[in-house]
């Protein structure tokens, strides 16, 4: 068995203390300025119901202000190459520990359960049991997504004296997960405006019961290859949840967050050091310019050696993508040369830029378009959802600053000529498919870049670029690794429960390339 032990887990630190100095504070002006002292006076002093939902919810939507770890999550979904301080290890195929860091909110959902249930109205109550719901399902529904079965029903479950979980299997996680979000889309319908929400849906249950629909939606879609597990009964699933109705539209807006000049973009500012640095793919690049898409001018620089060659800023010629499998020497000379395409500089010198959107009427409409065509559905037609969805992500972007699109804006009239050439509807299933997973991989650009790997992983489109002289991949040169590895702390905590479960996945071995349950046909 392979056991990964963390790398400097523990770091000793010493602090000195001004012993007697505190001493003559204390005994000069007694306990009530001591407490004053130890008092912020710009921090509340009182935790209630709200302001742990606030938390709640940014333990999910958060990107915090780590750019390099922004960037590392692109990369994975080979949307970018990154020519900066040494070749990112995503981009090259080598995938470390996953965490179960997100477990930590657990007991701070119990605390706000208990608070709302002895300060706010039952209404009130209903509308955080539903983010609690929510916030839970969201969780472990990308820790198991990540590295397969996982600590669950005896998670979070420390303050019992509980310290060693149990690792439960992937399909009755996925079971609780989808029994989690029904029940909170019902509490989220018998609920009212609750306070606390960092999101743009400022507490309304109705925009939170669309998204918890269209969450619960795309979980479902994520299954598609367990279509046929009793357990999970994703076909009627699927088709009780589009029947009711409650679906996000148009003006339900996005789930997740608004940077501001508070909450930054955690690219802007970073000059130099990622921005400028940050090529992208020809994965990216070439399908854009395949759908005549304009996109590519809101999302890329042209490249500057094209330009000085006579190429102009609104001819897609001049946009290069790098092929991130390429070696790194290679795409670092060529970043040094001008070659490629980098990062659009709104990027850069925007504070707020485009907002992080983790579920969108686009996104749903496209799930919905691959399940008309998987007969999950009759409703509507898949030419519609397709067009629905795409049209949506393009006003999004139409509504970002234009003045760095290079002169080519999206306007309504481009987004009502947009269906043309490669971007019309095809007229085989498998060409069907393949333009709605290529529309939600654009889509995802620079907002959930996991995501697009998970469906990759699920699809095996679009075509990753593979290099097995540059692969990362130790024990699959041709492949990209399918998983994460168990957080190096359970060897150390949770062995025991932690052997167990590799025994009876991944044959005793903790490895990036075992396939988990979710993938096994």
């Known amino acids: 068995m392979i056991i990964n032990y963390p790398k400097n887990q523990y770091m000793k630190k010493t602090y000195k203390t001004g012993i007697g100095s505190f001493l003559l504070v ?11 002292i130890n008092t912020n006076s710009n921090a509340t002093t009182q935790v209630s119901a709200s302001l742990l939902a606030t938390n709640n919810i940014l333990s999910i939507t ?32 080598k995938f470390g520990s996953g965490s179960f860091g997100g477990m930590t909110v657990l007991p701070n959902i119990d605390k706000m359960l208990e608070y ?9 109550q209903n509308s955080y049991q539903g983010v609690a719901k929510f916030v839970r399902s969201w969780t472990f529904f990308r820790m198991t997504m990540e590295m397969g079965d996982i600590p669950y029903s005896e998670a979070g479950l420390g303050e019992t004296g509980l310290a060693k979980p149990k690792y439960d299997a992937q399909e009755t996680i996925f079971k609780n997960i989808l029994d989690d979000l029904k029940a909170a889309d019902q509490f989220f319908a018998n609920g009212v405006a609750f306070t606390g929400d960092p999101t743009p849906y400022n507490g ?54 608004t940077f501001s000049a508070v909450n930054k973009h955690p690219l802007s500012g970073t000059s130099n050091l990622f921005t400028s640095r940050t090529l992208l793919s020809t994965l990216l690049l070439d399908n854009l310019k395949k759908l005549n898409d304009r996109r590519l001018f809101y999302w890329a620089e042209p490249a500057a050696a094209q330009i000085t060659a006579g190429k102009t800023q609104t001819d897609t010629a001049a946009y290069v993508g790098v092929d991130v499998a390429m070696d790194y020497a290679g795409m670092n000379a060529g970043w040094s040369s001008n070659k490629y395409s980098i990062l659009n500089l709104r990027y850069l010198t925007e504070l707020a ?45 139409m509504g970002t600053n234009g003045s760095f699109a290079h002169g080519m804006m999206i306007n309504q009239a481009y987004i009502d000529g947009y269906f043309t050439g490669e971007a019309a509807f095809k007229t085989t299933t498998d060409e069907q498919l393949k333009q709605i997973w290529m529309q939600r991989y654009i889509l995802n650009f620079m907002q959930d870049g996991s995501y ?27 492949g990209i690794p399918v998983r994460w590895m168990y957080p190096g702390s359970e060897t150390l905590y949770n062995r025991d429960n932690l052997v167990t479960a590799l025994n009876s996945q991944y044959g005793g071995f903790d490895e990036t390339n075992k396939v988990m349950w979710l993938l096994k046909p």
């Open 26 to 36: 204390f005994l000069l002006t007694g306990c009530s300025k001591f407490a004053d």
């Open 62 to 93: 958060r990107w915090g202000s780590d750019a390099k770890a922004f960037i590392s999550n692109s990369a994975t979904a080979k949307y970018v190459g990154y020519a900066n301080e040494g070749q990112l290890d995503a981009q090259y195929n």
């Open 116 to 124: 709302a249930a002895a300060n706010v109205s039952p209404a009130m």
């Open 204 to 257: 309304d249950p109705v925009k939170w019961r669309k998204a918890t629909n269209a969450f619960a939606l795309k979980v479902l879609m994520t299954l598609s290859k367990k279509e046929g597990v009793a357990s999970l009964n994703v076909k009627a699933r699927f088709a009780e949840i589009v029947a009711a109705g409650n679906l996000m539209d148009n003006a339900t807006g996005y789930f997740g967050l």
């Open 353 to 397: 830029t485009e907002p992080r959107m983790l579920l969108t009427y686009a996104e749903q409409q496209l799930v919905l378009a691959e399940a008309r065509i998987k007969g999950w559905i009759s409703t509507s037609t898949a030419e519609a959802y397709y067009q629905s969805g795409v049209k949506a992500a393009l006003a999004h972007i």
């Open 452 to 478: 697009s790997y998970f469906e990759y992983r699920r699809n095996a489109y679009p075509a990753f670029p593979i290099n097995a002289a540059t692969s990362l991949n130790e024990n699959n040169k041709s």
